[in-house]
């Protein structure tokens, strides 16, 4: 069984809800014949390259001031440290993640996708240093057991694997998905949205006592938090 799962690195339920996933699929008694595949998602394809603070952007998008921005960040810092995650509650920023988007399927001819995934969450999310630089992204590359030269030539290629990325974003728009993360499992029962962990189990049940051609349908209804073109959902106090 293959799951698909359509996530940015600039989502912070899409790191919260891939530990959640991964808790579910821990339990699940045929998790050896369970392929994860991860696929790209560009919440904001405009964005800057260039670094900016998230609590601006944040308020911004949401109408609100800094405090409560800041606020609102916080909480996702808590959902976050509740799955065992490490956050920055301050001082994170967000830039355009196609190049990190790119070198994630460089990285998955090599067979070191989930590691590099991890790795830029981890950055992102949880390291002062930002992510973005391209100095920075081959040190993870490095990091994830990927060539430094190759992983340094396909960024500095702006069309390296770009095909891919823009597959993988079509492939979810002809979907029907507009946040992340959203979880596909064997192109037939879709889950989206950060959802608890016994919501992916329930649905890797559906999925494996199931498996033959069907359309593709829901599972866990619409609470899941997820990140859309608008922002990331906050959770309420």
């Known amino acids: 069984m293959r799951v698909e799962i359509w996530s940015d690195i600039n989502c912070p339920w899409c790191y919260i809800g891939k530990a959640r996933f991964e808790r579910a699929l821990e339990g699940f008694p045929h ?42 960040e916080q909480r996702i810092a808590d959902n976050a440290q509740a799955e065992g995650l490490a956050y920055l509650r301050a001082g994170r920023d967000a830039a355009n ?50 060539d430094g030269a190759e992983a340094a030539r396909v960024l500095a290629d702006r069309e390296a694997y770009a095909d891919a990325v823009r ?40 999925a494996w006592e199931s498996r033959t051609v069907l359309p593709l349908v829901g599972v866990g209804g619409t609470d899941g938090a997820a990140c859309g073109p608008d922002g990331c959902e906050v959770p309420q106090r």
């Open 167 to 206: 597959e993988d974003e079509a492939t979810a728009s002809a979907m029907g998905a507009t946040g992340v993360p959203f979880f596909v499992f064997d192109r037939r029962l879709g889950v989206s949205g950060a959802q608890p962990a016994e919501t992916f189990t329930a649905a890797l049940e559906q």
């Open 31 to 72: 998790r050896a014949e369970v392929e994860v595949v991860h696929r790209s998602f560009e919440l904001d394809p405009g964005a800057p390259h260039r670094p900016r603070p998230v609590v601006p952007l944040i308020a911004a998008k949401y109408g609100m001031g800094l405090e409560q921005a800041e606020a609102a």
């Open 97 to 146: 993640s196609f190049d990190m988007h790119r070198l994630l399927h460089f990285a998955a001819e090599h067979g070191r996708q989930a590691v590099l995934l991890d790795l830029l969450y981890r950055a992102n999310f949880a390291e002062e240093a930002s992510a973005f630089a391209p100095k920075r992204l081959v040190e993870l590359a490095v990091e994830a057991g990927l």
